[in-house]
């Protein structure tokens, strides 16, 4: 009898790994009698046979690689993997990711997909186009994407805080409690992809940092994907300096809609002025997205097409 040593991850979410109330290292258990498991963590002390510890510990692969894929773990996958049959799943065309319980994260319009084609071949993507068209939801869930395939290691979410008709000052609270609101929509995407268990890790590790673009001041950014959402209330000045943050094997994408611009009447976006500075450079890339990708209610395309009528 020998001890072997079998580690998780860190992107494996554990609680989905081993399953409700650990149903799912109980089966393992269950199909592999002849020996010990003991997890705790991200580890797990294996004892038995090395021929048969050997035997586990590549099953224990394969079943951790499919967890990591879908965001999903049941019994019926872990028996069709020791089985070595390939596990049932839903195919979808254009799939980003499996998000919480398994859910699927769909690039469901064609400039969505675009946004999927062009993060593979560009470091810097602007994604502009009206509220609820699924620009930063795709842009994130590609971030997401990225950090679970290891192809970098942190991803950074940013937003300029500016006040769109309220007054910062008077909202209650520190300037953490105060900044989150302008966040939150980051938040809400997050917690779409990825457990809270597990984001709650990556975010005091450090792992996922959601920041004001303030904060973005000073550092350089590397093995990462950065995403600036809002960018349309960016001045020239805020927008130059997060660009010139990307460092090595970094991917920005830069989202904003426009035609909702919060900046003072007087103040040229940041956004609208590095469209025209940054024309014809190569591994730059720009996707617009319009009323026919609103993916939310359908009454918010209708909303859309009523004010750009008034507006024309």
């Known amino acids: 009898m020998n001890d072997h040593i079998f580690e998780l991850s860190e992107h494996t979410d554990t609680l989905v790994f081993y399953g409700v109330n650990n149903s799912n290292i109980h089966l393992i258990k269950n199909l592999f009698p002849n020996v010990r498991i003991t997890a705790r963590g991200h580890t797990m002390k294996i004892e038995g046979e090395d021929s048969r510890v050997n035997t586990l510990i590549q099953h224990l692969q394969k ?9 999903a773990l049941n019994e019926d996958n872990i028996i069709q993997i020791v089985k070595g049959v390939e596990p049932q799943e839903l195919k979808y065309d254009n799939l980003i990711l499996h998000g919480v319980n398994g859910k699927s994260v769909v690039a469901r319009t064609p400039n969505q997909q675009k946004l999927v084609r062009e993060f593979d071949d560009n470091d810097l993507l602007f994604a502009i186009g009206p509220a609820g068209s699924g620009k930063t939801y795709t842009a994130i ?4 994407k990225s950090l679970k395939n290891k192809s970098v290691k942190k991803i950074i979410l940013s937003r300029p805080a500016v006040e769109a008709g309220e007054k910062l000052g008077f909202l209650p609270g520190d300037m953490k409690e105060k900044i989150d609101p302008y966040l939150q929509p980051l938040y809400d995407a997050l917690q779409d992809m990825i457990t809270p268990v597990k984001l709650k890790e990556y975010m005091e590790n450090g792992v996922i940092q959601i920041a004001p673009l303030a904060f973005m ?19 020239t000045h805020q927008i130059k300096m997060f660009l010139t943050r990307m460092g090595l094997n970094t991917k920005m994408i830069v989202t904003g809609d426009i035609t909702q611009i919060d900046l003072p009447p007087a103040q040229k976006s940041g956004l609208i002025d590095a469209l025209s500075v940054l024309k014809n450079i190569k591994g730059i890339a720009r996707v617009y997205f319009d009323k026919n990708d609103i993916v939310r209610h359908k009454l918010v395309q209708k909303i859309v097409e009523a004010y750009e009528k008034q507006e024309k």
């Open 141 to 144: 869930a590609l971030a997401v």
């Open 63 to 71: 079943i951790e690689k499919y967890c990591i894929e879908n965001n």
């Open 217 to 235: 001041r000073g550092r350089t950014l590397s093995d990462a994907v950065v995403i600036l959402d809002e960018a349309q209330n960016t001045t």
